[in-house]
């Protein structure tokens, strides 16, 4: 049995607003969702950055991430969509879930 894969769909403004409470620590930045993590050393970073790319590939969802030393910027969006759609939000969800370990 195949799986179907459905193609994501741009969320709209309510939508948004209302997912926005479900990850209080990521910000709504024009057509994407952005948060930083500062760790201790620069190792901690890369592993994280590690541990992201993996949830990531699972998903076939990548975010565009930015490493500064011991921070970590990541910026999740949708390209099909040009913006937003709950791909985004369960990444970011996950993401916050490897923070919260």
Request: charged share 30%.
């Amino acid at each position: 049995m195949t799986s179907i894969k459905h193609e994501p769909v741009r969320l709209s403004h309510e939508e948004l607003f209302d997912l926005m409470k479900s990850i209080p620590d990521w910000h709504l930045i024009n057509e994407s969702i952005e948060h930083e993590i500062e760790f201790t050393t620069f190792m901690e970073a890369i592993d994280f950055v590690n541990k992201i790319a993996q949830l990531a590939d699972e998903r076939d969802h990548h975010p565009d991430i930015c490493i500064y030393y011991n921070k970590v910027h990541l910026t999740l969006s949708t390209h099909k969509v040009s913006g937003l759609s709950e791909l985004d939000f369960e990444l970011a969800s996950a993401i916050d879930d490897l923070i919260k370990k």
